[in-house]
C-alpha cells in the first residue's frame, strides 16, 4: 500500500524524491491534523492552537542549545505551554482569549530572540522553523511524522467516545460517568504533539492553519463528527498534493501553498453550502 | 470529595443522615418510619457547595429511593440545580457526602446547554452517544424517540430543534442509559402546556414500568404537589422537606410561594398514600 501510495505521489508530483517525500510528509500530517483540528475548531482552541506553536519556538532553540533534536524541544515546550495555560484558564483568573495573546505572543518573541542567541545557529533556522522545511524532509523525520501521525489518530480513535462527549457538554458527560478534564489533557497534549509535527512540514506559523482550516472546509460537508472528521483528513491530503503541485510550477515555498490550497477548498464547501445547501434546507422544512 | 457507596441490601436505620437544622424553630419532624422498600439510589448528607469561595448551598441532606419521584423547589439562584449536581456526581461538594448506589447508571437530562455550530450533530448521533452499549441501534433510539414524542425527529441536526425538542431530545438519551436514577433540571422548561403535560406523563409511567427513581427540579408547583413523593424546598440550604401537603402547609413554603396556591393541597390528595410520612 505504501508503495502504491509513492507511485501514485510520484505521478502527480514529479518522479523527484524530495517531492515524493515532501508529498508524504503533508499526508501524514493531514491524516492526524484533520480529525484534532475538528476538535480545535469545535473547542473554540484555536488561539491555544497558536500559543502552543508559538513557544516550540523556544523550544527549537533550546534543542539547539543543548544539542538535542529540534522536534524535541519544541514537543517539550509545547507541552508545557500547553499544560499551563490550559491549567491557567481553567482557574479562570484571566479572560481566556487575553491570556492565549500574552502567551502566544510572548512564546514567539522570546523563541525569536533565543534563536538569534545560539552561536551555533545558521541563518536560515529561524525561516525553516517559521516556515517549514518539507522539501528538504529526511527519510528519519519522515519515520518521526508518520509515527506521530498514528500515534495521534490512534489516541483519537481510541478516545473518540469520551472525547465527543467531552466536547458536547462536559457536566453531560461527568453524569454519565465520563470525566471530561481527563479527555482535555489528552487534547491539550495532542495538540502540543501536532505542532511538533507539523513544524517540519508547514511551520510553526502555519500550524494552526493545518488544524483549522481542514476542519473548517469540511464542516458544511458533513452532518456527523464523524464524516467531518474523514473529510477533513480527505481535504487535508488532497490540499497537500494540489499545494505541492502547485508550489512547483509557481515556485512558491510549499508550506504556504499547501495551506492556500486547503484554503481555496475551504472557500468551494463553504460558498457551495450557502448557495446549494440554504436552499436544500428550505424545500426540506 | 468523600464518596462511599451503598451496598446493594437496605440500609440499617442507624445509618439515616441525622436530622438536619431547618429554618429556626422549625426543626424537621422525621416523623414515622415510613416503609422503606429498597436502600437509597443515592443521598446526600450535610453537603455543602462553593463556587470560588461562595456558598450557594449549606448544609443539605437529600434522598431518593427505587421508584420515587423526589422534586426540589425554590427560588432561582436558591442553589436547586446544583444540589442535583452534586448527587449524580457533576459538583463536588465543599463539605459533607454523597453517596451513590454502586455503578449507578444515572440518566441526566440538564438544562438545554449551548452547542457549538460548528459541531455538526444529528439527533440519532447524539442518543447513540449516550446510551447504554446494547441500545445504540436504531430500533432503540427510534423507540425512545417516540416516548419522548419526537417520532422520526432522528435524522435532524440537533441544532435545529426548538428549546423544547431539544429537551425532549436530552430526556431520551437519559432513557437511552437505561437508568437507575433519572435527574431531571426544569425538564418543563420550553415546553407549553400541553407538552408539560405529556412529559410528565411519560415520566409517570417510566417510573411505575421501570421503578426508575427520579430526581427532579421544577418550578411547575402543580405538577409537583400533585406526582411527588417527596418535596424538598431549597433556598441556600433546605427550608423544609417532605410530602407535598406537609411542605405546602409549611411557613417556609408559604413565604416563598404564597399561602393562596389551593390547588395544591388539593392535588396533594391525589398522592397514592405516600403523603403522611413526613413532615418539615
Redesign the interface.
Known amino acids: 500500500m505504501l508503495t502504491m501510495l509513492i507511485d501514485a505521489l510520484a505521478r502527480a508530483l514529479g518522479s523527484f524524491d524530495f517531492m515524493v517525500r515532501a508529498g508524504l510528509a503533508a499526508i501524514g500530517l493531514a491524516l492526524a491534523a484533520g480529525p484534532l483540528g475538528c476538535f480545535v475548531?469545535?473547542?473554540?482552541l484555536a488561539y491555544f492552537g497558536e500559543a502552543t506553536a508559538h513557544a516550540a519556538l523556544l523550544g527549537v532553540a533550546l534543542g539547539l542549545a543543548w544539542s538535542l533534536p529540534a522536534w524535541l524541544g519544541a514537543l517539550a515546550t509545547a507541552a508545557v505551554m500547553a499544560l499551563a495555560v490550559a491549567r491557567f484558564s481553567a482557574s479562570?483568573r484571566f479572560a481566556a482569549d487575553g491570556l492565549l495573546g500574552v502567551f502566544a505572543h510572548a512564546g514567539l518573541a522570546l523563541g525569536l530572540v533565543a534563536l538569534s542567541q545560539i552561536p551555533n545557529s545558521r541563518p536560515d533556522l529561524i525561516e525553516a522553523t517559521l516556515f517549514g522545511q518539507i522539501l528538504t524532509v529526511s527519510e528519519g523525520e519522515l519515520i518521526l511524522i508518520w509515527g506521530g501521525a498514528a500515534l495521534l489518530g490512534g489516541a483519537l480513535a481510541w478516545r473518540w467516545?469520551p472525547l465527543?462527549?467531552a466536547?458536547?457538554?462536559p457536566?453531560?458527560a461527568?453524569?454519565?460517568?465520563g470525566d471530561p478534564e481527563r479527555e482535555r489533557l489528552l487534547l491539550t497534549l495532542g495538540v502540543a504533539f501536532c505542532v511538533a509535527i507539523a513544524m517540519q512540514v508547514v511551520g510553526l506559523l502555519l500550524v494552526t492553519a493545518m488544524l483549522l482550516l481542514p476542519?473548517?472546509a469540511a464542516?458544511p460537508l458533513?452532518?456527523?463528527?464523524?464524516?467531518?472528521a474523514a473529510l477533513a483528513a480527505l481535504i487535508g491530503v488532497v490540499g497537500a498534493v494540489v499545494g505541492l503541485q502547485g508550489a512547483f510550477h509557481f515556485d512558491a515555498p510549499a508550506g504556504p501553498s499547501i495551506v492556500t490550497a486547503i484554503f481555496a477548498a475551504f472557500l468551494a464547501t463553504t460558498a457551495g453550502a450557502a448557495l446549494i445547501g440554504a436552499a436544500r434546507l428550505e424545500r426540506r422544512a | 470529595m468523600i464518596e462511599t457507596r451503598f451496598a446493594g441490601e437496605r440500609r440499617a436505620d442507624a445509618d439515616e443522615p441525622a436530622p438536619r437544622v431547618g429554618a429556626p424553630g422549625q426543626a424537621p419532624l422525621r416523623g414515622e418510619q415510613p416503609c422503606r422498600a429498597a436502600a437509597p439510589l443515592a443521598a446526600a448528607e450535610a453537603l455543602s457547595l462553593a463556587y470560588?469561595g461562595r456558598t450557594v448551598l449549606r448544609d443539605a441532606s437529600l434522598t431518593v429511593r427505587p421508584g420515587e419521584l423526589v422534586t426540589v423547589i425554590g427560588p432561582n439562584g436558591g442553589g436547586k440545580s446544583s444540589l442535583l449536581?452534586a448527587i449524580?456526581?457533576?459538583l463536588d461538594p465543599s463539605a459533607g457526602m454523597v453517596a451513590r448506589r454502586a455503578a449507578l447508571r444515572?440518566g441526566?437530562a440538564?438544562q438545554a446547554?449551548a452547542?457549538?455550530r460548528?459541531?455538526?450533530?444529528?439527533v440519532d448521533?447524539?442518543l447513540s452517544?449516550?446510551a447504554a452499549a446494547g441500545r445504540r441501534m436504531r430500533p432503540a433510539r427510534d423507540a425512545a424517540l417516540a416516548t419522548v414524542g419526537l417520532p422520526s425527529q432522528g435524522g435532524a441536526?440537533l441544532a435545529s430543534l426548538s428549546g423544547g425538542e431539544r429537551q425532549r431530545a436530552l430526556l431520551a438519551r437519559a432513557l437511552l442509559?437505561e437508568p437507575e436514577l433519572l435527574?431531571l433540571d426544569e425538564p418543563t422548561q420550553g415546553l407549553d402546556h400541553r407538552g408539560a403535560a405529556r412529559f410528565y406523563e411519560v415520566i409517570e409511567e417510566l417510573r411505575r414500568r421501570r421503578g426508575l427513581g427520579v430526581l427532579m427540579v421544577s418550578h411547575d408547583l402543580p405538577f409537583v404537589m400533585a406526582a411527588s413523593d417527596r418535596v424538598y424546598c431549597v433556598n441556600g440550604q433546605v427550608l423544609c422537606e417532605g410530602a407535598p401537603r406537609q411542605v405546602s402547609a409549611h411557613p417556609e413554603y408559604r413565604r416563598l410561594f404564597g399561602a393562596g396556591r389551593g390547588a395544591d393541597a388539593e392535588a396533594g390528595e391525589e398522592v397514592d398514600g405516600q403523603e403522611g410520612r413526613r413532615g418539615c
Open positions: 475548531l469545535w473547542r473554540r479562570g467516545r465527543l462527549n466536547t458536547i457538554s457536566e453531560l461527568r453524569a454519565e460517568g476542519a473548517a464542516r458533513a452532518r456527523t463528527p464523524e464524516r467531518m | 470560588e449536581k449524580i456526581g457533576v444515572v441526566y440538564p446547554f452547542l457549538d460548528s459541531l455538526p450533530l444529528t448521533r447524539f452517544l449516550g441536526p442509559r435527574a
